[in-house]
């Protein structure tokens, strides 16, 4: 099962996220039938959103990573709730990249430029949205790059998806650590060397590193405390009744159009890549419940 740690170390001056999430990218692959290279992209940021999701504290809070760019991959969207449950798409999980020459999956040559749009849904009036242009598009750079511009948390963000032969998802996984207001020199001193020396994370995974692994190589000499741990799944909300109510809201006006012109109606849903299909006495159906109108 996947899973993701919640930690502390350095006395509370830093706080710390490692996650393993093999199995919910498996599943995206396989909603989405992604390249390898769109494989990756999309599990690295399924990854962030698992872990950025844990940050958050109440149920209905919600955390979406949009990035939007001109590569062949056209962008990513993927969202993420408290529990760490995630979904997300690719614009065109098709596209395809030459490998860098270190034979490496080329995220960022599939990406392009563009930008990096997270926002927080926390319940409040308005979100909070902060935006950064890609400086690297392999993800874990700019979300670093995000968390140092937009929230001003000093952070290292590593993460990584290893394809198989048969492109499936052989290892997923990746950390987050943070620096606290109060962290001393130090501290601060001492982990950005550990960090010069630590492993790409997914030859960690390779190896068979856990994520308890994983943070005690990295902050183990640092009085690293575990704090909570909870799964990670891949999951996403639609169902036929949510699709009706989405179609009701269209109004009536719109309802009608759609039932003279074409007598049915496919909804697809980008998350779970599910087509929902309405006939023409469904729609008339709901026609009558948008108009306040229902058979007793």
């Known amino acids: 099962m996947d899973y993701i740690l919640r930690a502390t170390a350095g006395g509370e001056s830093v706080r710390a996220f490692a996650a393993i999430t093999t199995q919910t990218v498996q599943k995206a692959y396989e909603i989405h039938h992604t390249t390898p290279v769109m494989s990756a992209a999309l599990g690295r940021s399924l990854t962030a959103a698992a872990m950025m999701g844990s940050m958050l504290k109440d149920e209905k809070d919600l955390i979406t990573i949009n990035i939007k760019s001109d590569g062949a991959g056209g962008g990513i969207v993927v969202t993420g709730d408290c529990h760490s449950r995630v979904k997300g798409y690719a614009l065109n999980p098709y596209a395809d990249a030459d490998l860098k020459p270190n034979g490496k999956l080329n995220v960022s ?43 001003q948390i000093p952070s290292v963000v590593s993460l990584g998806v290893l394809i198989d032969r048969d492109y499936s998802v052989k290892q997923s996984g ?13 501290i601060i001193s001492s982990l950005e060397n550990k960090i010069k020396s630590v492993k790409p994370i997914t030859e960690m995974l390779e190896s068979g590193m856990t994520a308890e692994d994983i943070l005690n190589d990295l902050l183990g000499e640092f009085d690293l405390k575990i704090l909570a741990k909870s799964d990670v799944s891949y999951y996403c909300s639609c169902s036929k009744q949510r699709v009706e109510r ?51």
């Open 246 to 296: 989405a179609l009701i809201s269209i109004g009536k006006k719109e309802l009608a159009k759609i039932i003279e012109e074409d007598k049915k109606a496919v909804l697809h849903c980008h998350f779970c890549n599910k087509d929902y299909e309405f006939n023409e006495s469904e729609l008339i159906q709901l026609l009558k419940e948008a108009s306040g109108i229902t058979n007793n």
């Open 174 to 186: 990746g950390f987050i650590i943070q620096l606290m207001p109060d962290a001393d020199e130090e």
């Open 109 to 151: 040559a599939v990406l392009g430029k563009g930008n990096m749009t997270v926002i927080k849904d926390l319940g409040l009036k308005e979100p909070y949205i902060g935006q950064i242009p890609l400086v690297s598009g392999e993800i874990a750079e700019d979300l670093t790059y995000y968390f140092a511009k937009s929230e």
